[in-house]
């Protein structure tokens, strides 16, 4: 009956047509391009890797030995578990919560100040300078990147040039130009959400408490962030999911000591050649970013449908 109501409501306030349209396109975009490559996905990486004549023969049953691959390694194997691999697939889920904390502190009060502070043509300035970037391809950006914190790079020139440094720092081996590309590269999925929540922000509470002699960092806490905290949820969301996901960046960017695990879902696709095993990967590295995002909207006490506003 809710459901029922609710269709009355959305076909009433959007019109037939419309409405029609707009739920059409919704259900196709999700289940052709979304929940069924991913079932398929599901299927290939419970799997043998057959060649194509013996594929929906006798030997194409269900296994659970892509899984077991991941984390026990191969049968002769010498240790307990499959450590390379592992290792990777954690350090991939931590860098992407350090690229998430870096968006959200610096985007916040990027945020808060176009939607309560700035004006008029400053506000649209501002704005055109954040969207305008990213007319240039995600790949160019990556190797602008790589150009800035090379060895003879724009920052190395520099350094050396006022004297702060003698010898070029390697910023890709440390990973510095990896975390600071992938920091950027999602940097508006984190502000316009916050932005949204923020903006409608009555301005009244905010002036009420520093009537009241609150400072700001009190105001912040206890009153702007509780109630950005779905646009907060959002953008954090995507900034990590998009961060552990990504391939472009870390191939780029990344030190020869780094690899993401994607790096290692590609190889099994294509030079690996194993399609159920790299389809494998995948799903652990969907499920592990999926439960990790719900745990952590359980512990600030967000909602799913609170994001969606």
């Known amino acids: 009956m809710a459901l029922t109501g609710w269709l009355k409501s959305f076909l009433g306030k959007n019109g037939l047509l419309v409405g029609l349209y707009i739920l059409i396109a919704v259900a196709v975009w999700i289940v052709l391009l979304i929940v069924l490559p991913q079932l398929f996905m599901l299927d290939f990486s419970f799997r043998y890797n057959l060649p194509p004549g013996q594929v929906g023969g ?56 176009l939607a309560h502070v700035a004006k008029g043509a400053t506000g649209r300035l501002l704005v055109l300078s954040l969207i305008i970037p990213y007319w240039v391809n995600e790949i160019l950006r990556a190797f602008a990147f790589r150009i800035i914190f090379g060895a003879s790079g724009v920052i190395n020139n520099a350094l050396i040039y006022i ?78 999911m998009l961060t552990a996901g990504a391939l472009a960046a870390p191939q780029i960017l990344g030190g020869p000591s780094s690899l993401w695990f994607t790096q290692l879902i590609v190889q099994w696709f294509n030079t690996g050649g194993n399609w159920p095993r790299g389809s494998a990967y995948a799903i652990a590295l969907l499920i592990a970013c999926v439960a990790f995002v719900l745990f952590m909207m359980r512990i600030f006490k967000i909602r799913v449908g609170e994001i969606g506003r």
């Open 58 to 113: 006798p030997q194409d049953v269900y296994t659970l030995s892509n899984y077991k691959y991941l984390v026990f390694g191969s049968p002769g194997n010498q240790a307990a578990y499959n450590w390379i691999d592992l290792s990777v697939f954690g350090q991939t889920i931590l860098a992407a919560i350090f690229v998430t904390l870096i968006d959200l502190a610096l985007c916040y009060p990027i945020a808060y100040y």
């Open 163 to 240: 004297g702060v440094i003698d010898q070029p720092i390697d910023f890709i081996r440390e990973d510095v130009a990896l975390y600071t590309g992938l920091s950027y590269a999602y940097i508006l999925l984190m502000i316009f959400p916050i932005y949204n929540a923020v903006e409608s922000l009555d301005r009244n509470q905010v002036e009420a408490a520093r009537d009241m002699g609150a400072s700001w960092l009190r105001i912040h806490w206890r009153i702007v962030i509780p109630y950005a905290k779905p646009g907060i949820a959002s953008g954090c969301t995507m900034v990590f």
